[in-house]
């Protein structure tokens, strides 16, 4: 917390000083006549010199707050403001849903070529009328089927199904009225130009995995990004207090100016202009001080929006609790650069950003082809069921037996029926133009990645540069500014007692106590440019080994 300032000592009154050579015993007696004449003289005027001297015996408030009314405050340390930044910040909050995202477009590109489990089971009743003696007026089915199917990283389309139907009728001259078939079939689809190999049909899967990894850095660069954020801005509010600290300070010594200047109109010591200047520096001050309260405030509401906090209409505002560190050693620049090059979130996401396009453009450069694709597949059947014996004029048709599933599918397994296909289909598009396309579309966007990366390669670079100037001028700036702070206290000291001595004017130490305000400022704004330099070199050159701890 800045500590408060204390109090000057009220301003000594200024002596009476006669001009060189003056002969007093007769100048008395005339002063007592004017004095006395000026009095007694009657005019229009007489009631506003009233009111201004009335006016000018109004005693001016010296204290430290001059009346104003104490704000609640909340202290806060930075690390406070880290942790709730972190917990609350919509901009951390955006990037864990970006990763969020990437994490389910990745599982979704990666779903394709998961086996897939396929199983149905149906039963089938028909009625129909009959037109023939030996048509089946009633038929039943009932069908169960399962197989499996996968995608290999190859392009290999495969399925194996299994199925068994059950068929019963009421056809009079059927010699099997119930049925019982069973299948088995292996298929498969192998691309032979486009869509094979892995570039062509896992190219999507890469690229949203490069994507994922660059989602991870993004979330790491917008927390190191916060916390620089949040860090800059608890310092805006230091710098804030501080000089809001110094005003009320520099307002109470124009307050206690004007007072001993009333004092000393009062004494016939000074003239009105005296006291006019006084008063004017006083107001400047008064005006100065309301626009420092407006920044305390503005930087307390800053601060609690980087934190992603909701700054309540007349509740506390934060106030901060440490005090902005020294400043710290700067390594060499090439140190630095190397640093960045090689652990930049922002640079490495920018990398699997590259990868994801080149990998997508593999995919494109696959799939430029006409689609030559070889088929086939495999399988048996068996049949089974209940049978019977059908007498038809003078001749036996049929036996009876009853077989179950187990015989039909004995007859699938030992390969009595076997069947299979294979051939080749060729799609050439005339025109040929969409995949031919796609292809440079997608070597279009891999060429921008590709100087996208460059672009922020060399914009780190400059940043780090630029970071590693200011961190060590502003070092510099910040002693030469502490020397000007203390050389302008030892100006205002020295023309405070002149000023009691008689030997300056009140218009020079009006000067003087702006110029000493003003360093001051000057003060704190160095040291929060200090602060903000040595926090944007950590954002550009700390490594990501140490921010995934």
Known sequence: MIPRPSIPLPID????????????????????????????????????????????????????????????????????????????????????????????????????????????????????????????????ARSLSGGISWLSPIGTAASVTLSQVQLETNAPFSTLPRERHARARFDFVQPLLQGFGPAATRGELNAAERELEAAERTAEAAALDLGAEVENAYWELYAAERDLAVQRLQRQRAAVFLRDQLSRSRAGVVG???????????????????????????????????????????????????????????????????RAIKGSPSLLAAEQAVLAARARARQAAGNAWPSLEAFGG?????????????????????????TGFGDAWSDVFDDRNPDWNLGIRVRMPIG??????????????????????????????????RAHREAELSQRALAAMRDLVEAAEEQARISRLEYQAGRSTAYALVNVETDLAEAKFGESQMLVRVARAATELRRLTTPVSRRTQ
Not at 288 to 296: G, M
Not at 378 to 401: K, N, P, Q, W
Request: contains cysteine; glycine residues 12%; proline residues 7%.
């Open 378 to 402: 495999y399988g048996g059947s068996g049949l089974a069921g209940t049978g019977r014996r059908i007498v038809f004029g003078t001749d036996t048709l049929g036996t009876d037996f009853d």
């Open 272 to 338: 009105p202009g005296a006291v006019a200047t006084a008063r004017t520096f006083l107001a400047q001050q008064e005006a100065s001080l309301i626009d420092k309260r407006i920044a305390v405030g503005s930087a307390s509401d800053r601060l609690a929006q980087v934190m992603g906090e909701s700054s309540a209409a007349g509740g506390p505002r934060y106030h901060c609790l440490d005090e902005v560190p020294g400043p710290s050693t700067v390594e060499p620049l090439e140190v630095m650069l190397q």
């Open 432 to 465: 040929w133009r969409s995949d031919r396309g796609e292809r440079e579309r997608q070597a279009g966007l891999y060429e921008q990645a590709q100087e996208s990366l460059r672009a922020r390669r060399l914009a780190l670079e400059t940043d780090v540069r």
């Open 13 to 140: 009154e200024q002596p009476l000083r006669w001009p060189p050579g003056t002969k007093r015993g007769w100048l008395v007696p005339l002063i007592l006549a004017a004095c006395l004449g000026i009095a007694g003289t009657p005019g229009p005027g007489r009631e506003a010199s009233a009111q201004e001297s009335a006016g000018e015996a109004s005693e001016p408030d010296t204290s430290y707050l001059a009346g104003e009314a104490e704000t609640s405050e909340l202290g806060i340390s930075l690390e406070q403001a880290q942790r709730l930044a972190a917990a609350g910040s919509p901009a951390t909050r955006a990037a864990l849903a970006a990763l969020r995202t990437a994490r389910g477009a990745r599982m979704k590109e990666a779903g394709p070529f998961d086996p897939v489990l396929i199983g149905a089971s149906e039963r089938l009743s028909a009625d129909t009328p009959v037109t023939s003696p030996f048509a089946a007026s009633e038929s039943r």
